[in-house]
């Protein structure tokens, strides 16, 4: 079934992105509703030759509940590494079979808590997996499987090459067996996911053979999850992943697959950072401009306590000064206020910046306050959505309160 793309035009430009500064403050980290829409439904398009297909976003990229209500409402299932994301996406309104705990290096007590919640549960470990077993023979799981691909645009980011901590090697496939026999558990999905950022389809390939190969020994799956690592621009002329050249290898392959196994069973992708990252803009005030002997500093109002990837990932986040749209390019390195190293941008070329003016970061909905903290005792930004054409505060800005709340004093 083919989705209407909205066609009105998103509302987020220049000047009301600065409206929202003035009436939130910064730093501000805003996100685009039409344009998560956007994005989930050209997923859904790209893979509408698949007859059982399910999206589930993967909520780790940016847990805001309001987010997990837009796209619960859109139709969306919901991928979770933690039971905090599960319960998360619970009280998103989320049904429990729509929610998959995919979790890594959990206690067992965690994976219990999974099971009295109803969600599916996705397991990547031998040891978890006979435990499993015996204690819930009935409750029909997931398995993740290592196929032993490098892919990935970092080394941290690639999670399912040979001596990853991820998965269960598809070499120990009779282990696996082995276990099933001895437990009478049932499987009913396999799942990989390789890493984020792969703009190569070829290693999705590879590992969808693998996955496809396991399948056929195991009667009565459910599913096939095909995991995520869908790669979005971050930049003009950037690569990213070509869906519908992705899509027509592996409609085909899976339909064959279907045919060959004499079901029609569903396929699952987990997409975290195509659904959200480009929806976001993080908006930070420049405190001072500072020459030195070599370079031409921008210091802002925030750091990697509230965007890291750049100083984890080394990745590239595209800086704006919305302040000073038409004026003359400069080369600046727009750094933060943490007692760090701390860069968001390294000598980048932005329209000339002036103390006070408003920089923004783009591709901000993705691992972004997800992977924010309150280092150097720093407040985390609040955030707003823009929802039906109107802004609404989604989360406020932290205060002293917030960062005493769990002290206990004994001096
Ligand atoms: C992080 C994660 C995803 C999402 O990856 P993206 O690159 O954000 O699309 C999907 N599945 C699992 C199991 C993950 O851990």
Redesign the pocket.
Request: hydrophobic fraction near 35%.
């Given at each position: 079934m083919m989705y209407e793309l909205e066609n009105k035009n998103s509302s987020v430009d220049k000047e009301y992105l600065i409206g929202l500064t003035q009436k939130y403050g910064t730093p501000l980290y805003v996100y685009d509703s039409c344009k998560i829409k956007k994005q989930y439904i050209k997923m859904k398009n790209a893979f509408s030759g698949i007859k059982n297909l399910i999206i589930n976003y993967?909520c780790?990229?940016n847990t805001n509940l309001n987010i997990l209500k837009f796209l619960q409402k859109l139709g969306s299932g919901l991928?979770t590494?933690s039971i905090q994301e599960v319960e998360l996406g619970l009280k998103a309104g989320f049904h429990p079979k729509k929610i998959i705990f995919?979790p890594n290096c959990v206690s067992i007590q965690e994976i219990k808590k999974a099971v009295d919640f109803g969600v599916r549960i996705n397991l990547d470990n031998l040891s978890i997996l006979e435990k499993f077993g015996e204690f819930y023979p009935d409750y029909a799981v997931g398995i993740?499987i290592n196929p032993h691909i490098m892919a990935g645009g970092n080394s941290k980011?690639s999670?399912g090459h040979v001596d990853s901590k991820f998965g269960i090697s598809y070499y120990q496939i009779p282990h696996i067996k082995r276990i099933l026999k001895n437990t009478g558990l049932k499987i009913e999905g396999f799942?990989m996911?390789t890493?984020?950022?792969i703009s190569n389809i070829k290693s999705f390939l590879e590992g969808a053979k693998i996955l496809f190969q396991t399948a056929m020994d195991f009667p009565n799956l459910d599913y096939i999850d095909f995991?995520?690592?869908?790669k979005v621009p971050y930049k003009k002329n950037d690569i990213k992943t070509d869906l519908y050249s992705l899509s027509f290898s592996i409609t085909r392959k899976f339909e064959e697959f279907c045919k060959n196994y004499g079901n029609q069973i569903t396929l699952i992708f987990?997409?975290?950072?195509?659904i959200v990252s480009e929806s976001g803009y993080f908006l930070v005030s420049v405190n001072v401009i500072k020459h030195t002997t070599s370079t031409v500093f921008a210091g802002v109002d925030s750091g990697f306590n509230h965007l890291i990837r750049p100083m984890f990932y080394d990745a590239y986040h595209c800086i704006e000064n919305i302040s000073n749209p038409n004026g003359h390019f400069h080369f600046y390195t727009v750094v933060g206020y943490i007692c760090e190293s701390d860069t968001f941008g390294l000598n980048r070329k932005v329209q000339e910046i002036r103390e006070g003016d408003i920089l923004c970061i783009k591709n901000a909905g993705?691992?972004c306050f997800s992977m924010s903290s309150n280092y150097n005792s720093r407040y985390r930004p609040s955030e707003v959505m823009i929802f039906n054409g109107k802004d609404f505060l989604i989360r406020k800005r932290e205060t002293m309160q917030d960062l005493l709340r769990n002290i206990i004093e004994i001096l």
């Amino acid at each position: 079934m083919m989705y209407e793309l909205e066609n009105k035009n998103s509302s987020v430009d220049k000047e009301y992105l600065i409206g929202l500064t003035q009436k939130y403050g910064t730093p501000l980290y805003v996100y685009d509703s039409c344009k998560i829409k956007k994005q989930y439904i050209k997923m859904k398009n790209a893979f509408s030759g698949i007859k059982n297909l399910i999206i589930n976003y993967a909520c780790k990229a940016n847990t805001n509940l309001n987010i997990l209500k837009f796209l619960q409402k859109l139709g969306s299932g919901l991928d979770t590494v933690s039971i905090q994301e599960v319960e998360l996406g619970l009280k998103a309104g989320f049904h429990p079979k729509k929610i998959i705990f995919t979790p890594n290096c959990v206690s067992i007590q965690e994976i219990k808590k999974a099971v009295d919640f109803g969600v599916r549960i996705n397991l990547d470990n031998l040891s978890i997996l006979e435990k499993f077993g015996e204690f819930y023979p009935d409750y029909a799981v997931g398995i993740r499987i290592n196929p032993h691909i490098m892919a990935g645009g970092n080394s941290k980011i690639s999670v399912g090459h040979v001596d990853s901590k991820f998965g269960i090697s598809y070499y120990q496939i009779p282990h696996i067996k082995r276990i099933l026999k001895n437990t009478g558990l049932k499987i009913e999905g396999f799942h990989m996911h390789t890493g984020s950022d792969i703009s190569n389809i070829k290693s999705f390939l590879e590992g969808a053979k693998i996955l496809f190969q396991t399948a056929m020994d195991f009667p009565n799956l459910d599913y096939i999850d095909f995991g995520s690592g869908f790669k979005v621009p971050y930049k003009k002329n950037d690569i990213k992943t070509d869906l519908y050249s992705l899509s027509f290898s592996i409609t085909r392959k899976f339909e064959e697959f279907c045919k060959n196994y004499g079901n029609q069973i569903t396929l699952i992708f987990e997409p975290g950072k195509f659904i959200v990252s480009e929806s976001g803009y993080f908006l930070v005030s420049v405190n001072v401009i500072k020459h030195t002997t070599s370079t031409v500093f921008a210091g802002v109002d925030s750091g990697f306590n509230h965007l890291i990837r750049p100083m984890f990932y080394d990745a590239y986040h595209c800086i704006e000064n919305i302040s000073n749209p038409n004026g003359h390019f400069h080369f600046y390195t727009v750094v933060g206020y943490i007692c760090e190293s701390d860069t968001f941008g390294l000598n980048r070329k932005v329209q000339e910046i002036r103390e006070g003016d408003i920089l923004c970061i783009k591709n901000a909905g993705a691992y972004c306050f997800s992977m924010s903290s309150n280092y150097n005792s720093r407040y985390r930004p609040s955030e707003v959505m823009i929802f039906n054409g109107k802004d609404f505060l989604i989360r406020k800005r932290e205060t002293m309160q917030d960062l005493l709340r769990n002290i206990i004093e004994i001096l």
